[in-house]
């Protein structure tokens, strides 16, 4: 079984430019969550999808927005770049949204913002 | 709200000896608690999980964490250090059953 995969593996952005990055899920899971982890910190949670609908919510603005397809691959859109956006973007799919399924993460997008 | 509190964001070790992870957390409800690896460019792989049963948990490469309650920590241990588990290893709380909440990470170093 494929794991979850993630797509660019590096970019370079300018101060207020978009990007959008993306994540296919692991075979047979219907929910994604994108985690953002800046340098020697954490992930913290954005958003997560759950059958196409976003389900919750971590403490970012709106600027960061979400999609999630039927076939249950994801977009993480970021307008308005700012210099604090250059992290490392996760997506982690599960079989289910209850947390104690656990989740399987991708191996990321490296994103700075110049 | 729920939050990680990491003791310790390096800890080294020799090759052979005891690994002690340290994770405190706090929690309005009871928690579903996860220690993570990453390794260097990579994303995080799951080591092992506490969701209910059995407060003793037995995960991959020989690790395993213990849910104390009382204490409220959930301490990662592997008896014998490997040089392959340099990395840096994160524990988690789960918050409003959907999103994990990480510590700060523990960077483990391992000299032979």
């Known amino acids: 079984e494929t794991g979850v995969t993630q797509s660019p593996t590096h970019l370079i952005k300018t101060r207020g430019q978009q990007v959008t990055l993306r994540c296919s899920s692991q075979?047979?899971?219907?929910?994604v969550s994108w985690y953002q982890q800046a340098l020697g910190q954490g992930p913290q949670f954005i958003f997560q999808?759950?059958?196409?609908?976003?389900?919750g919510r971590g403490n970012f603005p709106p600027r960061f927005s979400g999609l999630q397809f039927p076939n249950y691959s994801s977009e993480l859109n970021v307008n308005a770049l700012e210099l604090d956006d250059s992290a490392l973007y996760l997506c982690?799919?599960?079989?289910?949204?209850?947390?104690?399924?656990?989740?399987?993460f991708g191996s990321g997008t490296r994103l700075t913002v110049v | 709200a729920q939050s990680v509190t990491q003791l310790g964001s390096h800890v080294s070790v020799s090759e052979g000896a005891l690994v002690l992870l340290r994770c405190n957390y706090s929690?309005?409800?009871?928690?579903?608690l996860f220690w993570y690896v990453q390794y260097p460019n990579q994303g995080l792989q799951l080591l092992l999980k506490y969701t209910t049963g059995a407060t003793l948990v037995k995960g991959i490469n020989g690790f395993e964490a213990e849910f104390k309650k009382s204490e409220t920590s959930f301490h990662l241990t592997k008896p014998s250090a490997h040089m392959s588990d340099a990395a840096e290893y994160f524990c988690?709380?789960?918050?409003?059953?959907?999103?994990?909440?990480f510590g700060k990470g523990t960077t483990l170093s391992v000299s032979s």
């Open positions: 075979s047979g899971h219907n929910t």
């Open positions: 999808y759950y059958r196409e609908e976003e389900n």
């Open positions: 988690a709380v789960n918050q409003a059953g959907t999103a994990l909440i």
């Open positions: 982690a799919s599960s079989p289910g949204q209850a947390i104690n399924y656990g989740y399987t």
């Open positions: 929690s309005s409800v009871p928690p579903y």
